[in-house]
């Protein structure tokens, strides 16, 4: 399982953009997806997750409200909808694919991580 996350980029507080991750193997449906996110100079953090069938959605208590994570499984991709976007959500943001089927929010519980897109707030 390979997992390439895109979509990052510049935007002004307030503003909104959507996250992808396209994973490649026949068994993305089968894993738990999240998204991580690491701010220069801070430890990577949660930000979503969700599980193999799109139910269940988690989310960190930052981004609750403002964000909204899915999958489409047909498409092998999953998303993060992020809205209300502030400066503090500047940082890289990393996808990642979890045999925890129902998806966790422990990043040690993820195998598969895609490359990080970077995601830049001005204010």
């Known amino acids: 399982v390979q997992l390439q996350a895109s979509g990052g980029g510049l935007v002004e507080a307030g503003g909104s953009l959507r996250l992808s991750c396209a994973i490649s193997?026949?068994?993305?449906?089968?894993?738990?997806m999240g998204w991580f996110r690491q701010a220069p100079g801070k430890e990577r953090e949660f930000v979503a997750t969700i599980s193999w069938s799109g139910s269940s959605p988690d989310y960190a208590d930052s981004v609750k409200g403002r964000f909204t994570i899915s999958r489409d499984n047909a498409k092998n991709t999953v998303y993060l909808q992020m809205n209300s976007l502030k400066p503090d959500d500047t940082a890289v943001y990393y996808c990642a694919a979890s045999t925890y089927y129902r998806g966790t929010t422990y990043s040690r519980e993820y195998q598969r991580w895609g490359q990080g897109t970077q995601l830049t707030v001005s204010s």
């Open positions: 193997g026949r068994t993305f449906s089968s894993y738990g």
